[in-house]
């Protein structure tokens, strides 16, 4: 219990000191710390799990302590230097947004991820060679010595257990269980087709916060929409544009949806430069109100240019309420961007892993899948307002316009380790023995319990953002605990395998002349890679 904890303690800790030197060289948020030591914490944990079962396991089958944390660092430890990759990709494709804030966060959290990979590669099997047998239990060590090897490696893949008995479940029955799995992802997702991206204001606050109360105060005093005012800051070159902009500040009292308007006195520019003026607008309807979108809209493809077309005149919406408006209109406009850095990236860097082009295909598609699946909890939850009383928030809220690209960066790379684990285990069995159907059963039944207790630990991490009783990070944590909590239970356990079966040796198939020109990064070790090739020459 001691050894992934401490690793991963060791990987957090001195990726929050590299943090110092980074806001040096660029834009750190705030929240930069928390969100890296939250991450840090939870992949530090499962890559350190994952190479101490390897070990164990071979501390079980009756290696020698160093041969055993050799052969874990061979296997696993490269599947861990996969797994970081990919998520530290993920991270990185945040910067395809050209959100400021959002790239000081991705450097953040990618130098914390760099660092529990490397203290998982060498710090943990430092820890290795100091606890030598002491890594098994007592009870273990006896019946090592009283019993010799549990078994011989390369005998009966699946083992023994629950999830051995489930491997040959999904065996009997994968088109079946694949259609179920299915079934259940595409039910979760179909609340994203009503996203509405935003921000949470005061309104979102506890009942008992001072904060929503205040906002309530003024929203009955003054109206909803005196709590995210829309300004108006126009600039005037001559007497024209100073008579267009009185007849657009009379005509906008008369626009629907514009409870109350307020101009400001001009304020002249140094010498003859030109005179700027701000106009204050308030909506009948809230911020958050679907309808305050709507007006920003209007006022800008219809009411302004209707005022300013022949002139020099210059207006523009500003204001909070607009800020976010347009922020959440740049993020999903730049999405499909994120999408796509972060799925080519990742289908390279699996078909480097398994030389095989179907399974980073498949990969890719349960991954947007489980991305819909997320963002489909997020929206019954928050948007819906199904969960929102449940954790203290006062009213629904929409979808935060920066937590799309957050969470796909974050949720890519943590489905990409889960997969990694998963199949870099299959991988292994297959360039030993060639048989598709006893490499799944292998990976599955043996990784299928470090998937699970892993994702148990980042699912126990991201409910602690609900603690926060702020929106935003409460959507994070519930967002990505949901999305891990189907991804693990019901895609690397039920679904990848499911497919797996059923496509048979095309899962390793790979042309020859691409085969050829690809660099040969193969997770499985060298000995194993040889043979992994000639199998896959014998299926062309």
Known sequence: MALPIATAVAGVGSGLMLMAPLSHLTSV????????????????????????????????????????AVAALNTSGRAVLFAGGTVCIALLGLLTLGQGFLDGLAFAAVITVACTVLAAVTLLPALFGVLGPRVLSRRQRRALRSAGADRAPGDAPGGSGMWARWSHTVRRFPAVLAAGAVAVMMVVSLPALHLRLGFADASNDPASATSHKAYEML?????????????????????????????????????????????GPAQAGTGAGPAVEVTQVLPRTAPEDPAT????????????????????????????????????????AKLPWLLAAIVGFSFLLLVLAFRSLLIPATTAVLNLLSAAASFGVLTAFFQWGWGTRAL???????????????VLAVLFGLSMDYQVFLVSRMAEEWSRTGDNARSVLAGQAQTARVITAAAAIMIAVFITFVFASEVGVAEFGIGLAAAVALDAFVLRTVLVPAVMYLSGRANWWLPRWLDRRLPHLAIEPPAQAESARASRSALV
């Not at 030591?37 to 164990?56: N, Q, S």
């Not at 109206?223 to 009185?246: E, I």
């Not at 300013?308 to 408006?325: I, P, Q």
């Not at 203290?392 to 957050?406: D, K, M, Q, S, T």
């Open 219 to 263: 929203a009955d005093g003054f109206g909803p929409g005196v709590n995210g005012p829309l300004l108006l800051v126009a600039r005037t070159q001559s007497a024209g544009d100073r008579a267009a902009l009185d007849r657009l500040d009379r005509a906008l009292a008369a626009v629907p949806g514009v409870a109350a308007v307020q101009a």
């Open 293 to 332: 979108a709507t007006l920003i809209t209007r006022l800008r493809g219809t009411v302004i240019p209707r005022y300013t077309d022949g002139t020099t005149l210059r207006v523009y919406v500003g204001g909070l309420t607009a800020t976010f408006d347009d922020f959440a209109a740049v993020t999903s």
């Open 392 to 406: 203290g928030l006062a009213a629904p809220a929409p979808v935060e316009g920066y937590l799309p690209g957050l």
């Open 29 to 68: 948020n705030g929240i930069a710390p928390i969100l890296g030591a939250l991450i840090g914490l939870g992949v530090g944990v499962d890559y350190a799990l994952f190479i101490v079962t390897r070990h164990r396991r071979g501390l079980q089958s009756g290696l020698h302590p160093q041969r055993s």
